[in-house]
T-cell receptor, first 113, second 114 residues
């Protein structure tokens, strides 16, 4: 089965600074990859998903961008962070062999001050 | 488009009592349904899934859920709550085989009282 690695696990950044969160997947090939955000006390918000290298779909207009430079690597970025970007960011992958089950990484907690 | 509602953002039960977390969905075609659990500061972990086989689905940690098409429901139950069950629970639905359109409910926080 697949394993999803996310780093960093926690990050504290000042407003206006850049951001890079990385997600890598092991144990599968050509997965669909997703970035979700959880704001405090709220549910999951889908930010981006990717069906292949260089293919990114954005679900919500925002201050963030995503890239997929390699098959099993998914990066979430920002050039200038806002206070509202604080939250818990989760990377997820669909493993076709497990009948469309979403598998999640452990998450990255971002605090923007 | 499909949607998911979870009745009760916060549910409290006593240790040993029945756990019932409610999930209703709306979908024009039979969906795939899931329950995920999230412990503090962790990712989501799959509890169980319904993929058009048996309507009563058994998952990990003693949880089970029953798909009722007539009620468009997929409620999660556990006969006897443990302290370790305290967590956030999410119901989710998708219509396709490749997960491009997962829709999550808002979540229910379960507290287990000693």
């Amino acid at each position: 089965s697949q394993t999803i690695h996310q780093w960093p696990a926690t990050l504290v950044q000042p407003v206006g600074s850049p951001l890079s969160l990385e997600c890598t997947v092991e144990g599968t090939s050509n997965p669909n990859l997703y970035w979700y955000r959880q704001a405090a006390g709220r549910g999951l918000q889908l930010l981006f998903y990717s069906v292949g290298i260089g293919q990114i779909s954005s679900e919500v207009p925002q201050n963030l961008s995503a890239s997929r430079p390699q098959d099993r690597q998914f990066i979430l970025s920002s050039k200038k962070l806002l206070l509202s970007d604080s939250g818990f960011y989760l990377c997820a992958s669909v493993e076709v062999a497990r009948a469309n089950v979403l598998t999640f990484g452990a998450g990255s907690r971002l605090t923007v001050l | 488009a499909q949607s998911v509602t979870q009745l009760g953002s916060h549910v409290s039960v006593s240790e040993g009592a029945l756990v019932l977390l409610r999930c209703n969905y709306s979908s024009s075609v039979p969906p795939y349904l899931f329950w995920y659990v999230q412990y503090p500061n962790q990712g989501l972990q799959l509890l169980l899934k319904y993929t058009s086989a048996a309507t009563l689905v058994k998952g990990i940690n003693g949880f089970e859920a029953e798909f009722k098409k007539s009620e468009t429901s997929f409620h999660l139950t556990k006969p006897s709550a443990h302290m370790s069950d305290a967590a956030e629970y999410f119901c989710a639905v998708t219509l396709d085989n490749y997960g491009q359109n997962f829709v999550f409910g808002p979540g229910t926080r379960l507290s287990v009282l000693p």
